[in-house]
């Protein structure tokens, strides 16, 4: 079964809204076995109307609309659903109580236009909206189906959920679409599809791969389509079992997995605390480890050290380090780590140290060189990057640099043996 | 002039990336006067991109497109690209030196796969790509423009900026769309529409005005559409002065002002420094400030004390207040702004304590209740905020609220009296 969304609306034309609702409609279709094939955005005029739903008619079994069902005169779909659907609109008794009952919650007078959103198009069926007055429509042509939503998201996805899909899955399901993303970090997308080329060539033609990068971390996201979820989902399982032999140095998560969220599972299993002692990360670190709930279970917390003057007086780094090996340096980034321990007594510490740029690079320390440093507990390890990109990403890049180096420093447990 | 966007990614049909990218676009053509009249989102797949381009084609007179150009076999748009145009692959010697030039920079070894990102469809021009190694492709047929870009949203922005829109200003324009937006702060949707609702009444029809509420900040946005951009700019600027005057004590910035680029060139104006104390916000502020280049003229740093036990240890909150009023009270607040203070040596400093949730809150206490305290030079301001929101805007919205309070209390200069 094959899926196309409309979603119409001049504050998405003009880049006002960002479309979270198709990315929320066909991420839920896609769990039901629906392949969203194509998403349409259009203003709110008759003629285009009539058009999309022409055209995505032609194309797909399912085609859900969003948006234009308000009360107001720039609000037609309605009307172009009645053109295009040859229907007549008629008072339907039940959305006409729900539209009284609304506002009678809310305490307000209701209005002709309030009570115009219960004429429905005689040929659909409503569907109420507890959180608002537009219901939705459901029409049903041949085995074709369209369905109107209201735009406002909390609304739209209360009727999807609760009376869109328990619908559509009452229809014969064709095929069920099994997806895993596995996530790499560490390695670019061109070196790593030349380090799995042969996996790829070999991959059943069922499943398809895609590389998604994002900053510094690629997304392998491999795609089954078939009539056995469960086979679906073990070859899958086996082809990831194969990969991980290739690169296992490189993944460190699935799916909706953030390097953010394995640490802290990984932190809390150890019963490990975690500080970090910033400098051109500014406390982006801080911040996406905090982001996590119940951080504080293993975040103690962290000196961003913007200045020389706070590195040396807060975490113990010489002014002798400083002058001969320069504030971006291994020595630095070791002082910090080590530094930021012994202060807030944790049992790990990132410190970190770089150029974020865009001024402050030279030939032989160009922007986004960065040294990370991991204190363990008797163990430190320390590596170079070198980002070479903007500030806002440098900085991005190096958090996330820091983190899968502490997960690669908790897991191997090198910080047990002694410093080399 | 009218616009199709098309974005081609499988990830954006079921539902795993929100199109962002088509939002940004059309926000931007906006300004350029030039109106986008339908986004299509379609997948990599050959036969669907040659449709795409020839519905888009009939109907606009530029197209956009975004996606599909990686070096992995998944990628089949340039390819699509040259069936439609009928245009054949070569080498591009720019493209293939700025390829190389790409990995050297990175120090990574160059592929087979890196190398063909140079050939380019001989009827296109190549858009060059700092940032990464799929080049933009330019196409011009009759008076139609196509342009296609990679879908990667930092390479897409920086092409569009710097090569695309130059090109397109170049073309003969038709009308102009002036925006302006007005920035505030510490009111919401309804109260600022009650306050300037005279004053929206009382605006001509050639401008429009739309809300824009995001997490403590309400953006004003003012368009007005017409031959003579003169006109429409001072229209636009005279409106602006009658609204200052209604509320400005809440207006803060203008357009692409954000608060952390506010606090620094304020900062900056005065010579004076800055360190933070943060708790609930764990490093957001921070972050936020040393996103700004050069803000490590005055910012020196921060103690992210996320345990009460650096909340002691470093920044002196004695145990008796923590005991008595609790980690969450302006007495922390106000301990914390004092104590990195002292021990930072800066001029100004935030002190920020509270519950982003999504647990740890309380009847007395709810999720997203904060303290805020600024320290300045002989004064302590603070004050409490519910933001009663979920963790991550929580963190957003306290981190917002201090730079707005820092800046009140910087420029009313209220730190030169003494604590009242």
Redesign the interface.
Known sequence: MRACIISIGEE?????????N?????????ELGI?????????DKHG?ILRALRECGERADIILITGGLGPTRDDVTKHALCDFFDSQLVIDQQILEDVLQYFKKLGRHVTDLNREQALVPDKAEALRNPYGTAPGLWFKEGEKIFVAMPGVPYEMKEMVKNQVFPRLRKLPRQQY?V?K?VLTQGI????L??KISGW?DDLPKAI???????MGIVKL?L?AKGQNKEQLEEDIANQISKLKTLIPEYIWGYDDDTLEKAVGVLLKSQNATLA?A?SC???????I???I????AY?????????N??KM??LNVTANVLEDHGAVSEQVAIAMAQGVKN???SDYAIGITGI????GGSAEK?VGTTWIAIAGKNKMVSRKY?F??????N?IRASRSALALLKTTVMTRLDLSPRA
Do not use: C, M
């Open positions: 998405l034309l003009i880049g006002q809204t960002v479309n979270t198709a990315a929320w409609i066909a991420s839920s279709l896609n392949e969203t094939i194509e998403i349409i955005v259009i203003t285009e679409i997806h993303s670019g997308e061109s070196a599809a030349d790829e398809q791969l895609a590389y998604l990068p994002s996201r795609t970090t910033e990360t500014g406390g982006h670190i801080a911040h480890i905090t982001s709930p119940g951080s504080s975040f103690k917390g962290s000196i961003i050290a913007y200045s003057d706070v007086q807060l202060l807030i007594g974020a740029g865009p001024d160009p070198n070479a990109d903007n500030r806002e990403r900085i």
